[in-house]
Protein backbone atom coordinates (compact mmCIF):
# COMPACT_ATOMS: atom_id res chain seq x y z
CA UNK A 1 0.00 0.00 0.00
CA UNK A 2 2.51 2.61 -1.41
CA UNK A 3 0.74 6.32 -0.46
CA UNK A 4 2.21 9.64 -0.79
CA UNK A 5 0.11 12.25 0.71
CA UNK A 6 1.05 15.78 -0.23
CA UNK A 7 0.07 18.54 2.25
CA UNK A 8 1.46 22.84 2.66
CA UNK A 9 -0.79 24.31 -0.67
CA UNK A 10 -3.05 27.66 -0.27
CA UNK A 11 -3.55 30.90 -1.16
CA UNK A 12 -0.25 33.31 -1.38
CA UNK A 13 0.40 36.80 -2.55
CA UNK A 14 3.02 37.29 -5.28
CA UNK A 15 6.48 37.45 -3.67
CA UNK A 16 5.36 35.15 -0.96
CA UNK A 17 6.45 31.60 0.35
CA UNK A 18 4.99 28.05 1.07
CA UNK A 19 6.78 24.97 2.12
CA UNK A 20 4.80 21.82 0.61
CA UNK A 21 5.00 18.60 2.61
CA UNK A 22 4.89 15.17 0.65
CA UNK A 23 4.50 12.34 3.49
CA UNK A 24 5.16 8.58 2.33
CA UNK A 25 3.56 5.85 3.74
CA UNK A 26 3.85 1.61 2.83
CA UNK A 27 7.31 2.30 1.70
CA UNK A 28 10.31 4.18 2.91
CA UNK A 29 11.48 7.20 0.73
CA UNK A 30 15.14 6.93 0.77
CA UNK A 31 14.41 3.55 -1.60
CA UNK A 32 13.40 6.10 -4.26
CA UNK A 33 13.73 9.32 -5.89
CA UNK A 34 10.90 11.94 -5.63
CA UNK A 35 9.77 14.43 -7.59
CA UNK A 36 7.52 17.44 -7.88
CA UNK A 37 5.55 17.96 -10.42
CA UNK A 38 2.68 20.89 -11.12
CA UNK A 39 -0.62 21.28 -13.51
CA UNK A 40 -2.01 24.09 -13.95
CA UNK A 41 -5.19 24.76 -16.03
CA UNK A 42 -5.53 23.87 -19.81
CA UNK A 43 -1.41 22.60 -19.43
CA UNK A 44 0.49 19.67 -19.09
CA UNK A 45 1.85 18.31 -15.80
CA UNK A 46 5.01 19.50 -15.56
CA UNK A 47 8.57 18.15 -13.56
CA UNK A 48 9.47 21.04 -11.00
CA UNK A 49 12.04 19.35 -8.68
CA UNK A 50 13.50 15.92 -8.01
CA UNK A 51 15.49 14.45 -5.38
CA UNK A 52 17.53 11.37 -6.17
CA UNK A 53 17.90 8.26 -3.43
CA UNK A 54 21.24 7.71 -4.07
CA UNK A 55 22.86 10.66 -3.99
CA UNK A 56 20.73 13.06 -2.80
CA UNK A 57 21.46 15.25 -5.90
CA UNK A 58 19.01 17.78 -7.06
CA UNK A 59 17.34 19.20 -10.00
CA UNK A 60 15.15 21.69 -10.64
CA UNK A 61 13.70 23.29 -13.74
CA UNK A 62 14.78 26.47 -15.26
CA UNK A 63 11.40 28.59 -14.34
CA UNK A 64 12.05 27.80 -10.60
CA UNK A 65 16.03 27.38 -10.39
CA UNK A 66 16.96 29.87 -7.13
CA UNK A 67 13.64 30.26 -5.97
CA UNK A 68 12.32 26.48 -5.32
CA UNK A 69 14.30 24.57 -2.68
CA UNK A 70 13.72 20.34 -2.80
CA UNK A 71 14.88 18.94 0.65
CA UNK A 72 14.56 15.04 2.18
CA UNK A 73 13.74 13.96 5.83
CA UNK A 74 14.30 10.74 5.85
CA UNK A 75 13.34 9.97 10.24
CA UNK A 76 9.67 11.43 9.19
CA UNK A 77 9.48 9.58 5.87
CA UNK A 78 9.24 13.04 4.20
CA UNK A 79 10.44 15.36 1.42
CA UNK A 80 9.59 18.56 1.33
CA UNK A 81 9.54 21.77 -1.20
CA UNK A 82 10.23 25.08 -0.43
CA UNK A 83 8.79 27.66 -2.57
CA UNK A 84 9.62 31.11 -2.10
CA UNK A 85 9.03 34.42 -4.48
CA UNK A 86 6.25 32.68 -5.67
CA UNK A 87 4.56 34.24 -9.01
CA UNK A 88 1.17 33.95 -10.18
CA UNK A 89 2.75 31.58 -13.09
CA UNK A 90 3.88 29.09 -10.50
CA UNK A 91 -0.07 28.67 -9.68
CA UNK A 92 -1.07 25.11 -10.08
CA UNK A 93 -2.08 21.77 -8.51
CA UNK A 94 1.69 20.30 -6.98
CA UNK A 95 2.05 16.47 -7.37
CA UNK A 96 5.05 14.71 -5.30
CA UNK A 97 5.91 11.23 -7.38
CA UNK A 98 8.55 8.31 -6.36
CA UNK A 99 10.39 6.00 -9.04
CA UNK A 100 13.28 4.73 -9.31
CA UNK A 101 15.52 6.99 -10.94
CA UNK A 102 15.01 10.44 -10.34
CA UNK A 103 13.10 12.10 -13.17
CA UNK A 104 11.10 15.10 -14.38
CA UNK A 105 9.32 13.33 -16.70
CA UNK A 106 6.31 12.26 -15.30
CA UNK A 107 6.54 9.41 -17.16
CA UNK A 108 9.18 8.25 -15.55
CA UNK A 109 7.19 8.02 -11.66
CA UNK A 110 5.44 5.11 -10.56
CA UNK A 111 3.91 6.19 -7.57
CA UNK A 112 1.69 9.67 -7.13
CA UNK A 113 -0.02 11.79 -4.63
CA UNK A 114 -3.48 13.62 -4.96
CA UNK A 115 -1.76 17.10 -5.54
CA UNK A 116 -2.26 19.82 -3.03
CA UNK A 117 -3.24 23.39 -4.88
CA UNK A 118 -1.15 26.30 -4.53
CA UNK A 119 -2.47 29.68 -5.54
CA UNK A 120 -0.56 32.40 -6.50
CA UNK A 121 -2.86 35.63 -7.19
CA UNK A 122 -3.32 39.24 -5.45
Known amino acids: QLQLVESGGGLVQPGGSLRLSCAAS????????IGWFRQAPGKEREGVSCISSRDGSKYYADSVKGRFTISRDNAKNTVYLQMNSLKPEDTAVYYCAAGGLATMKKDGMDYWGKGTLVTVSS
Open 26 to 33: GFTLDYYA
